[in-house]
């Protein structure tokens, strides 16, 4: 079956506290981003990768990391959470660049404390 | 400045009825817009797009209508039924088609 996972799905941490949430794809796509959902702005880019080792910020990237080593895995750092990154996040992965073919993750909430 | 914009945040509606979701945009750059459907615990799904060069685009009982003039498109689902209950994202892309920017979304409940 086709998917995106990702991994914490829930998670409360603490200010500070390095994190790391897990994505990955079994399609074989090439392209691959994150995106977090807050109430009142929708879903905003945090960085976008197509493919392994090229990756490019989105609208959003402060606080944020990413690597792409493999071109299944696309994982999201966050080197010293603050509160104002507790949000909902959704990673997501298509074989072009072409937006309308991108499949989401279930996505992943996180509150930091 | 937010580039999309959604303004109703839910919409109510009973089965059988059209529901219309209309969002606004800002950037006369974005050339394709897409519509995503999202329900809860789960990752947006992609549901129809249309491009700028066009007015209009149908899927079965989705139809997109795009004025550039007014900067505004909607989406009309009829009939609504009530598994189309969830949240409506709209969204945009200009020069780089893998940038989107997103609506704040609607919320839609379609009343049995």
């Known amino acids: 079956e086709a998917q995106v996972t990702q991994n914490p799905r829930y998670l409360i941490t603490v200010t500070g506290k390095k994190l790391t949430v897990t994505c990955s794809q079994n399609?074989?796509?090439?392209?691959m981003s994150w995106y977090r959902q807050d109430p009142g702005l929708g879903l905003r880019q945090i960085y976008y990768?197509?493919?392994?080792?090229?990756?490019d910020k989105g609208d959003v990237p402060e606080g944020y990391k990413v690597s792409r080593k493999e071109k299944r895995n696309f994982p999201l750092i966050l080197e010293s959470p603050s509160p104002n990154q507790t949000s909902l996040y959704f990673c997501?992965?298509?074989?072009?660049?072409?937006?309308?073919?991108?499949?989401f993750g279930p996505g992943t909430r996180l509150l930091v404390l | 400045d937010q580039q999309v914009k959604q303004n109703s945040p839910s919409l109510s509606v009973q089965e059988g009825r059209i529901s219309i979701l209309n969002c606004d945009y800002t950037?006369?750059?974005?050339?394709?817009f897409l519509w995503y459907k999202k329900y809860p615990a789960e990752g947006p799904t992609f549901l129809i797009s249309?491009?700028?060069?066009?007015d209009k685009n149908e899927d079965g009982r989705f139809t997109v209508f795009l004025n550039k003039s007014a900067k505004h498109l909607s989406l009309h689902i009829v009939p609504s039924q009530p598994g189309d209950s969830a949240v409506y994202f709209c969204?945009?892309?200009?020069?780089?088609?893998?940038?989107?920017?997103f609506g704040s979304g609607t919320r839609l409940l379609v009343r049995p």
């Open positions: 997501a992965s298509s074989l072009s660049d072409r937006a309308e073919t991108q499949y």
């Open positions: 399609m074989n796509h090439e392209y």
């Open positions: 990768s197509m493919n392994v080792e090229v990756t």
């Open positions: 950037n006369s750059m974005f050339d394709y």
């Open positions: 249309i491009s700028s060069i066009k």
């Open positions: 969204a945009a892309s200009g020069d780089s088609s893998y940038k989107l920017i």
